[in-house]
């Protein structure tokens, strides 16, 4: 049943928006279309190609053309956050000049409508330029851009009512509501199917998509008894995948099925060789423990991992392609497009370096690399560890410089001697007696030969050091404490087998990797 007359309330929602009203409304339809806009495209990148996503595309199109100072900034800050800051960075940014654009709207829709077009070209522009790229990749921008405008068009509209009928009954508070809801229930919903489908990709690539892997045929180092001290709050010896550190600039971690994986390799070689995962597999696979340390990595800080990888040696992949002398620089890419230069000696001189294809008994997962990642012992991530690798390239270090080398780090990074406290914690308040002091240190292809601690700028005591099964991996150690009352630091110092002890002179990450002994302030009561 109609009511014959409407009732206040019912007057109050039927009254036509007008002034300040009026300019919010404008300015929350312009925040909703380009949710609906950013939401819409990164639904149709789900389908299509994820890092299409004009907002993703956008993100990682920052953080290429980002100063180094900033980046630092943002790593340190956020640590491994730093993406997140950047993508609530960026929509922070664009709700602010969305609330203009709808303000805009008032005045002209067509001029509001190119505001948000002017958008999708810029998504469209960064979708293209990424070096998954292609022409499909402005597909996303454009189906957002179009739905964004419809969305803007249609609540600017409910908000102006129709033109020449500036008292219609439709310029209402109730229509603009109900526009408004459905267009924020289309932005959340796609966004949700778009972080979904983008989700499941990388779930089934994970997975190893069916592809068997051979057991390798040359075995790691048995780990002797002993490897494992089994203290509380010291970090294990293999570190699980799940809690493996993640260093890298994907906004969207890159999905390369199995089935569609090239390796090429080629430049200065005698042939190019161009291998499938199938290929690849048929090579004898090794298997090795190796710490895998990040120059970014702050005295005490937690971006190393060490884990038990299977994977083919470097050297036999480079072997099939036949290296020519004068290239001294391996030069690997991932799918992503980041580039990462290895000197071409440490792939030949011997050591462990391959193309890993399994992480601690599982195929690599999506955010360390999978399919196919590149670890090599002894040199910081950034020289070595390319994740997603699709191509090797023999070069000079004088003909090219890779990404991080671009921005000012160096071009050849061997990993530093560094020891860290993991027990006690940092301000940790405990009761006086027998103490464990412990930690892990790594000095990966030279080995840890001693540890020492001292306490209160005393005397340096020397740790017992846990058993390894190689030099390429950290090294756990202990020392006992007779801990008395008072306000007490505590550092740590490790030695390298070739005698070297690391230095106590602080150093930040840029650009070689950080220096100094690691300290731990705590109170014993
Ligand atoms: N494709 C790609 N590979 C990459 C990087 C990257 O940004 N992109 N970062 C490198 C760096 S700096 C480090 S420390 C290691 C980290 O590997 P993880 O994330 O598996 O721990 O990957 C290396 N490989
Ligand atoms: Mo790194």
Not at 50 to 56: E, G, R, Y
Not at 337 to 356: K, N, Q, Y
Not at 366 to 394: C, F, H, Q
Not at 458 to 482: E, H
């Amino acid at each position: 049943m109609l009511p014959e007359h409407p009732t206040p309330d019912d007057a109050a929602l039927t009254r036509p928006l007008g002034g300040r009203t009026r300019r919010v409304a404008a300015a929350v339809s312009g925040l909703l279309a380009a949710a609906t806009s950013v939401a819409v495209g990164h639904l149709v990148a789900g389908l299509v190609q994820p890092a299409a996503s004009p907002l993703l595309a956008v993100g990682s199109t920052f953080i290429d053309l980002t100063p180094e100072w900033l980046k630092s900034f943002a790593i340190t800050t956020f640590g491994e956050g730093d993406k997140i800051a950047l993508l609530v960075g960026i929509a922070a940014t664009l709700a602010v000049l969305a609330l203009g654009i709808g303000l805009l709207g008032l005045r002209s829709r067509p001029l509001a409508s190119a505001a948000i077009a002017a958008f999708g070209v810029v998504g469209a522009l960064a979708a293209v330029l990424r070096p998954l790229g292609g022409p499909i990749a402005v597909l996303p921008s454009i189906v957002g851009t179009v739905a964004g405008a419809a969305v803007l068009i249609l609540l600017i509209r409910a908000v102006t009512g129709r033109r020449g009928a500036t008292q219609a009954p439709s310029r209402s508070r109730r229509r603009f509501l109900v526009a408004a809801a459905g267009a924020g229930a289309l932005a959340v919903a796609s966004g949700g199917v778009g972080v979904f489908l983008s989700g499941r990709r990388a779930a089934v690539a994970a997975a190893g998509g069916g592809v068997a892997i051979p057991a390798p045929i040359d075995l790691a180092l048995p780990v002797p008894a002993g490897t494992e001290l089994g203290l509380d709050g010291l970090t294990p010896f293999y570190t699980p995948n799940e809690r493996f550190y993640r260093v890298d600039t994907a906004l969207e971690i890159p999905v390369i099925g199995p089935a569609d994986w090239r390796l090429r390799i080629h430049g200065m070689v005698d042939r190019e060789v161009n291998l499938t995962l199938t290929e690849l597999l048929e090579l004898p696979l090794i298997e090795r423990d190796i710490t895998l340390t990040c120059v970014s990595n702050q005295v005490g800080g937690g971006y190393a991992g060490n884990a038990r990888w299977t994977g083919v040696s470097l050297a036999t992949v480079l072997g099939e392609a036949g290296v020519r002398p004068e290239a001294d620089q391996i030069v690997s890419r991932s799918i992503d497009g980041m580039t990462i230069g290895t000197p071409t000696s440490v792939a030949l001189d011997g050591r462990d370096a391959m193309l890993a294809v399994t992480m601690n008994g599982q195929p690599l997962p999506a955010v360390n690399g999978a399919p196919v990642r590149m670890i090599v012992p002894g040199l910081y991530g950034y020289v070595s560890a390319t994740k997603w690798l699709v191509d090797i390239e023999l070069t000079t270090f004088d003909a090219y410089d890779p990404y991080w080398v671009e921005r000012g780090w160096a071009d050849k990074a061997p990993i530093k001697t560094m020891t860290r406290i993991d027990t006690p914690r940092p301000l940790a308040r405990l009761a006086s007696g027998e103490l464990a002091v412990a930690g892990v240190a790594w000095a990966q292809g030279r080995g840890i030969e001693r540890v020492e601690v001292r306490v209160d700028e005393g005397p340096w005591q020397q740790a017992r050091l846990a058993q390894v099964p190689s030099a390429d991996t950290w090294r756990q150690w202990v020392w006992t404490w007779p801990a008395e009352p008072g306000r007490h630091i505590l550092e740590a110092r490790a030695t390298d087998a070739s005698g070297e002890t690391q230095t106590g002179d602080r150093a930040e990450p840029f650009p070689s990797g950080a220096t100094g002994w690691h300290s731990v302030v705590l109170t014993v009561a």
